[in-house]
């Protein structure tokens, strides 16, 4: 099996993850942006989107338990549940 970069740089799972069906950030949202402590989320401005931008999470949740629409969903690995 053969790897290209694309391959080998892709992120296999960001720990927080942004439903665009049900982001409303281009309507002017950006609670999870706004509550996040350690400013890792950011909206793409050419979608209107949230996304995460950096992979540091804390799994601290206002970011989810915030989010209007439930498009932020945090996913905290088994072993810290």
Known sequence: MSYTAHDIFQRSAAPVTVDESKCIADKG????VDVCPLDLLAIDVSKGKAYMKFDECWYCMPCEQD???GAVKVDIPYLLR
């Open 29 to 32: 949202c950006t609670v999870c």
């Open 67 to 69: 989010c209007p629409t």
